[in-house]
């Protein structure tokens, strides 16, 4: 098979804050759908925290765990303990990566695409999304939300890595 094509999907506060507490600091439903839409059918690669966080295993999607963890296993979790081995698990033409913070720390360099939501805000927060060199990436889509009621201002934005 053909390399997969590796994507991230995250929301991004202006701040750089991803998650406090195991939380988003943020109920944005736009985002949450469009989440959703992107991941739909699409193996999903995710850390320990991130998978606990979930309501639930989503459907429709597999949930690939990477953790250093090696007894740890939960009804719906693939668990692998290397960047390899979840790639290979996955077997797909696509592959998102849903984070948290370390797990996209260590796929960035792989990534093809990243599936930003820039969050007008600036939320407390204990996670951050990694540093990226914005000269490797280009622009090819933004889509601008207004703020609106108690839901932050925020802008759907799809990266490339530049060739």
Request: net charge negative; hydrophobic share 45%; glycine share 6%.
């Given at each position: 098979?053909?390399?997969?094509?590796?994507?991230?999907?995250?929301?991004?506060?202006?701040?750089?804050?991803?998650?406090?507490?195991?939380?988003?600091?943020?109920?944005?439903?736009?985002?949450?759908r469009r989440f959703k839409a992107l991941t739909m059918g699409h193996p999903m690669v995710m850390g320990r925290k991130t998978f606990e966080s979930l309501p639930g295993v989503l459907p429709g999607r597999r949930h690939i765990v990477l953790t250093r963890s090696t007894g740890?296993?939960?009804?719906?979790?693939?668990?692998?303990?290397?960047?390899?081995?979840?790639?290979?698990?996955?077997?797909?033409?696509?592959v998102a990566v849903v984070g948290g913070a370390e797990i996209y720390r260590l796929f960035l360099?792989?990534?093809?695409?990243i599936e930003w939501t820039e969050i007008q805000a600036s939320p407390q927060g204990d996670t951050r999304f990694p540093d990226i060199?914005?000269?490797?990436?280009?622009?090819?889509?933004?889509?601008?939300h207004p703020a609106e009621g108690r839901v932050p201002g925020f802008d759907f934005v799809t990266l490339l890595r530049n060739p």
């Open positions: 098979m053909n390399r997969s094509e590796v994507f991230i999907a995250v929301a991004v506060a202006d701040n750089g804050v991803i998650g406090n507490a195991g939380t988003l600091p943020w109920h944005i439903p736009a985002d949450l740890w296993a939960e009804e719906g979790a693939e668990v692998v303990h290397s960047i390899e081995e979840a790639l290979r698990l996955a077997n797909a033409p696509h360099p792989l990534a093809d695409r060199d914005r000269d490797d990436w280009r622009e090819s889509f933004r889509e601008h």
